[in-house]
């Protein structure tokens, strides 16, 4: 392991961002943290382009230290084809949420990943619509209480859907696995998912996705502290973390 | 020498989008368009350009609007439920000012309607259609050559106010087949797209770009600059009153000592324009006024001509759209009658308005 890479002070500072005003526990900026140091130990600042829509992660797209581009909610997976298409040397990150991405962005994700589009898609799985107040989203769990699933998702309000899985299942993903950040073995894990993702794109191999589960107490109404042990106990059997698919050629 | 050929008015939009420079496409079939999106499925990738084929017409608009973004020309054309389809991305991109062209092939409505022509999209084009109140620059061609200027005209105005141009075609002029004189436009020169994003490392000064589809909402600087959400509305307001000013377009015929003045834009216009010859024959002092830019509308010389005492008939084919631009010009200093999509010649959809029918209603009103 490279000890300077661990060591060295990173030229993107986290701490940057701190007038943002993230709800207690979330784990999105531990993602954004990822998203900072692996494009910058990849030395591809210059070059990424992020594009992300309205969601809890709109916030900090202001401030990527990259040029930014920011559609309206499930436009993302579209416009990110148009700028790969229309500038194939940029690195193109979309950063999604999974009513983005699972749900209004569902028949662009299959389609994208279809075409082998040369970008890269986050997914960030929290189990349900946090911005607009915790509604029922695809990912939402059986018997997750939501705020339009009082009683919890029951079979009679469908099951959830495993989207690292279904992108694995498609020819023209090179690259398709599913992290968390709830602990640092799963921090290392993801970051280095990242990376493998990003560099499918630069190799010019096909689509690429990583689906992150993310906590939100404020959405689940828990404590920090619950929402870690709920996601052990419930999210993570629903969403087993690992890669799916990791191919050097279609 | 110029190189004439021989093309229906859908292909005349690839030529003209050539003679443009633009060399990206996204589109998702649809009749009756399907002639362009086929067209530069076969063209562009010989001049090294970019087609997409979308799963939806949602995808072909958003996919434009990341294209456009990152400072390139690009279209996407469409028809009918299609149009209804991109009009939440449309907003977006007028939200986020960003250079692209649409061509919407009229065809007949409501709901999925008719495969074949129509006018019935004028007032959605027109008013904006999509959500939040924006204004695009709709030019309305009327003959196969006409489609191949406005579309390279579309591109230079789209870049000139970073704003969307909307062609507004329609089945007719689309299959029609003409003769078409490949002569490319030159236009005034414009600033280079320094707002575009395509990665830090292509920027002169090294800064980072923005191009969002909620500007006003949170305040970022370099770009773009409106600090709050009033001040991106007076900046649209502005851009807009500018267009107004500057980009109205239309063309008359006849129209110099008209009693009764035709509007129509469009196959319509074709139309009328024979029966205008027809009536001029029996002496019927008739004329036409034919707008290019249908937004913004040539209100003031339909305004002038009615203060003359002119009688207006508008011709379209739709239950009357136009002819709510025609009666807000007139303000009730004239009398308007509408010929409309119920004077079509035959009860199915391929039925049209005829010359003849148009003549006669010249004849009743003279």
């Known amino acids: 392991m490279n000890k300077e890479r661990i060591c060295g002070l990173p030229n993107i500072w986290l701490s940057h961002f701190a007038e943002r005003q993230e709800c207690g526990g979330c784990q999105y900026p531990i993602v954004y943290r990822i998203i900072f140091e692996v494009i910058e130990e990849m030395g591809i600042v210059g070059e990424t382009v992020v594009v992300g829509g309205a969601a809890c992660g709109a916030g900090i797209l202001l401030n990527t230290p990259t040029d930014t581009v920011m559609p309206n909610h499930g436009q993302c997976i579209d416009v990110a084809t148009g700028i790969k298409r229309a500038s194939p040397e940029s690195i193109v990150l979309v950063f999604g949420g999974d009513g983005d991405v699972a749900a209004i962005g569902a028949g662009a994700f299959l389609n994208a990943a279809g075409r082998a589009e040369k970008f890269t898609q986050l997914m960030l799985n929290n189990g349900h619509y946090a911005m607009t107040g915790g509604q029922l989203a695809p990912t939402s769990i059986m018997g997750q209480i939501t705020s339009t699933t009082p009683e919890g998702r029951n079979p009679s309000l469908g099951y959830p859907i495993n989207m690292a899985e279904l992108a694995a299942a498609i020819k023209g993903v090179a690259f398709s696995a599913r992290g968390a950040v709830n602990n640092i073995k799963n921090f290392h894990q993801t970051k280095s998912y990242l990376k493998r993702a990003l560099q499918k794109q630069m190799d010019g191999v096909g689509f690429s996705f990583l689906e992150i589960l993310s906590a939100c107490p404020t959405g689940w109404h828990m404590s920090p502290l619950e929402s870690l042990k709920w996601m052990e106990g419930q999210m993570i059997p629903q969403f087993p973390l690992g890669e799916f698919k990791n191919v050097d050629q279609l | ?334 009398e308007v009658s509408l010929l409309g999509a119920l004077a079509r010649h035959d009860p199915t959809d391929v039925g049209m308005i005829l010359p003849e029918r148009v003549l006669e209603e010249i004849l009743k009103g003279a």
């Not at chain 2, 350009?49 to 949602?58: A, I, L």
């Not at chain 2, 770009?209 to 007076?234: F, I, K």
């Not at chain 2, 129209?255 to 205008?276: C, F, L, M, P, Q």
């Open chain 2, 1 to 334: 020498m110029t190189e004439r050929i021989l093309v229906t008015g859908n292909e005349a939009v690839g030529w003209g989008a050539i003679a443009a420079g633009c060399l990206h496409f996204f589109g998702y079939p649809v009749t009756p368009q399907n002639e362009i999106t086929e067209w530069f499925a076969r063209e562009l990738p010989k001049r090294g350009g970019c087609f997409v084929q979308s799963q939806s017409e949602t995808g072909s608009i958003n996919m434009l609007f990341g294209a456009a973004a990152t400072g390139v020309r690009a279209i996407t054309t469409t028809s009918g439920p299609g149009w209804g389809l991109m009009q939440e991305g449309i907003s977006s991109i007028a939200n986020a000012e960003v250079p692209c062209v649409i061509v919407n092939v009229q065809r007949g409505g409501p709901g999925a309607g008719t495969t074949r022509h129509g006018q019935m999209d004028y007032l959605s084009v027109t008013r904006g259609g999509g959500q939040g109140g924006y204004k695009n620059i709709v030019l309305a061609p009327a003959s196969v050559q006409e489609i191949y200027y406005l579309t390279q005209l579309a591109f230079y105005l789209a870049d000139k106010y970073r704003n969307l141009v909307i062609l507004l075609s329609d089945g007719i002029l689309g299959q029609m087949i003409e003769p078409l004189e490949l002569r490319s436009r030159s236009f005034a020169p414009l600033p280079e797209k320094d707002w575009a994003i395509k990665g830090l490392k292509w920027h002169k000064d090294g800064r980072r770009r923005v191009v969002m589809a909620m500007q006003g909402l949170m305040p970022t600087p370099p770009h773009p600059p409106y600090a709050n959400y009033l001040q991106l509305l007076e900046a649209l307001n502005k851009k807009y009153m500018m267009m107004e000013k500057e980009e109205v377009r239309y063309d008359t015929f006849e129209a110099d000592n008209a009693e009764i003045i035709i509007v129509s834009y469009g196959y319509t216009a074709r139309v009328s324009k024979e029966a205008i010859v027809l009536a001029r024959k029996e002496g019927i002092k008739v004329g036409m006024i034919r707008p290019i830019t249908a937004w913004p509308f040539p209100y003031q010389i339909i305004r002038e001509k009615a203060l003359n005492g002119a009688k207006f008939l508008v011709v379209e084919d739709s239950l009357g759209q136009l002819v709510e631009d025609v009666k807000m010009a007139v303000q009730g200093m004239a």
